[in-house]
């Protein structure tokens, strides 16, 4: 399972960037996470393999919204009202198994693909 993650870039604060991951082959949940500058990463959503559950960190409720098509095996991170402190590199990531529980959803342990991130900027 390989998963390409695109759609990064630069922003001005308070706009609007949409993140997409495409993954071959089969997975169950997805999320993403990011990684500022000399910090850790962090969980910041996840999304349930039949999509009637996600999760969100606090800090990006109600700005971030993920979504999945299955068709297409794909996933996005919808990303509204953009703040300096969201610029990191996101990491989409998908996990092998059924997830049970939001503990699977928001560690990394929970997943067991990633892709290779996509830098996302925002300037204030």
């Not at 299955?70 to 610029?87: F, G, I, R, W, Y």
């Not at 990191?88 to 991130?117: F, H, I, L």
Request: glycine residues 14%; hydrophobic residues 30%.
């Amino acid at each position: 399972v390989q998963l390409q993650a695109s759609g990064g870039g630069l922003v001005q604060a308070g706009g609007s960037l949409t993140l997409s991951c495409a993954i071959s082959g089969f997975t169950y949940g997805k999320g993403w996470f990011r990684q500022a500058p000399g910090k850790e990463r962090e969980f910041v959503a996840a999304i349930s393999w039949s999509g009637g559950s996600t999760y969100y960190t606090d800090s990006v409720k109600g700005r971030f919204t993920i979504s999945r098509d299955n068709a297409q095996n794909t996933v996005h991170l919808q990303m509204n009202s953009l703040k300096p402190e969201d610029t990191a590199v996101y990491y989409c990531a998908a996990m092998s198994k059924y997830g049970s529980g939001g503990d699977y959803y928001t560690r990394e342990w929970g997943y067991d693909y990633w892709g290779q991130g996509t830098l996302v900027t925002v300037s204030s």
